[in-house]
């Protein structure tokens, strides 16, 4: 048994182990422990208190997949109810669907019994008009969004995603995403983590893997599904990370610097490795041999060589 997640999954990956332990699935594993994520008001990237859009409404996706039957459910654009990770599952299992959005979303929300709440405190609220205000110098606001958020997007606010991947007793994978999504961002806009084989992707035969960092190059590039493909091949998980994140960096529109990806990947056989674009990221990780999850540093993507043909 292992339970894998990004760096802000440490919160909830003992949670997460304490399923694990007491002989419950992949599925409720990676579930418990993206709920805790959701309720930290501390994570401003994830659930409850996450950064809002641009008119100050915050805009929850996430996803869930089931690694023995590779079933997905997910939900984009979901406002007023913190667990979308839950709700993501409820799609899953109840509906003949694998994606709702929006109003939709947030009707099946109802429907399920999920407490309706608002989900920004004062607090975030200043730091969103306090972005918009840097944007536009002190001046009037443009008439068109897609301006301010041009104006007002910020990389330090952009790149924040929880993932878990886990394996249980049975040897069944699962894996789970769950963001609030880039900051300040255009109302409605997607990214990668509700997106299944971007954002986050789990096959028992071979492994799981999921992304956080700009979600518009993991849809492009399909970047969770090509880890998981690369470990079909017969790749262990780092070099598996590293052949998909390459397809990323390789795009001709897109700067290396420019291209801030991170993924976590787990094999059938209980290996993990976390890879990044950027040096000095982390992600953690727990098995029956620790008390409590542990962070490890993750590998980092070599720069191109432009000599190179």
Known sequence: MIIVGSA??????????EVLAAGGSALDAVEAAVRVVEDDPDDHTVGFDGYPNVLGEVELDAS?????????GAVAALQGYRHPVSLARLVMERLPHVLLAGAGAGRFAEECGFAREELLTEQTRAVWRAGLEAASSGGSLPEQLSQLVRMSSDPEHVA?????????????????????????KYPGRVGDSPIAGAGNWADDRYGAAACTGFGELAIRCSTA?????AMRSGLPP???????????????????????????ALDRAGRHAGVSTRAGTQYCYRTARDERAQLARRAVLERPDPRRG
């Open 8 to 17: 802000n999954a440490l919160s909830g990956l003992d949670a997460g182990w």
């Open 64 to 72: 869930i997949v089931d690694g023995s039957t590779r079933r997905t």
């Open 160 to 184: 924040g995603t929880v993932n878990v991947l886990a394996c249980d007793g049975s040897g069944r994978l699962a894996s789970a995403a769950s963001t609030s999504g880039w900051a300040w």
């Open 225 to 229: 599904r090509s880890v998981v493909e």
């Open 238 to 264: 780092e070099p598996a990370c590293e052949r998909a994140l390459r397809e990323v960096v390789d795009l001709p529109d897109v700067p290396f610097e420019g291209a801030i990806m991170h993924v976590v």
